[in-house]
């Protein structure tokens, strides 16, 4: 069952609009992706869910589960320069976030956990960019993502050090995981660049009484 989609670099159409539901709709895609698309025999009695910290107290027996855990703001495009939309106007410049996901997988058998993971892994990683089309499929609203964005999806390894504070304060046995993130989520804004007013009258009084 292949699902391939572009690798190529993402382009944005002048009037795309990322919504704020789209924090959201990624990770429900993300989810829902694997769900749909599992091997076979591992298909069987599996669940995919989001998680939260407190669905880490009673977990799943069987399957994968997705916590979002961080959430930054890129900082390679922070001045980013006002949106114009297909009428030409001027809108706020988009927020860039990078959302920070911790993927577990769960099983009795050990074994059963390194397959999961091996196949969850190698999927994700052969998805690249996940499109508008594939995002939008996952939420109720057909367009969170404007035509021409996507997400770039890339597994991420914590250091030692940052997954033990994690687990840590999850208070739980250490099940198999790791971390992914989704680079460039693009929550664009409603609200119009206010220009500043005309010049109408020039004040001369600035330069009064300075000794050349």
Not at 59 to 73: C, D, F
Not at 108 to 125: I, K, Y
Not at 190 to 202: D, F, I, Q
């Amino acid at each position: 069952d292949e699902l391939r989609f572009s690798t190529a670099p993402l382009y944005r159409e002048l009037n795309s609009m990322a919504s704020d539901r789209a924090i959201a709709t990624v990770g429900r895609a993300i989810v829902g992706l694997m769900k749909d698309h599992c091997r076979a025999d591992l298909a069987r009695g599996a669940d995919f869910e989001l998680y939260g910290p407190q669905n880490f107290d009673n977990p799943m027996g069987y399957g994968v589960s997705l916590m979002l855990y961080r959430i930054a703001i890129n900082a390679s495009p922070r001045n980013r320069p006002p949106r114009m939309t297909a009428t030409g106007n001027k809108m706020r410049p988009s927020l860039p976030l990078d959302l920070h996901y911790l993927l577990t997988v769960w099983a009795s058998a050990v074994d059963t956990q390194h397959l999961m993971l091996g196949w969850a892994m190698r999927f994700l990683e052969d998805r690249g960019v996940l499109p508008a089309g594939v995002l939008n499929a996952y939420d109720a609203e057909p367009d969170t993502f404007g035509a021409g964005e996507g997400v770039e999806l890339i597994c991420d390894p914590l250091g030692l050090q940052d997954y033990l504070q994690i687990w840590d304060k999850l208070k739980t046995r250490m099940p198999l995981s790791v971390s992914y993130v989704a680079r460039m989520v693009l929550l664009d804004s409603k609200l119009p660049m206010s220009a500043p007013a005309p010049v109408r009258t020039r004040d001369s009084s600035a330069g009064e009484g300075v000794v050349p």
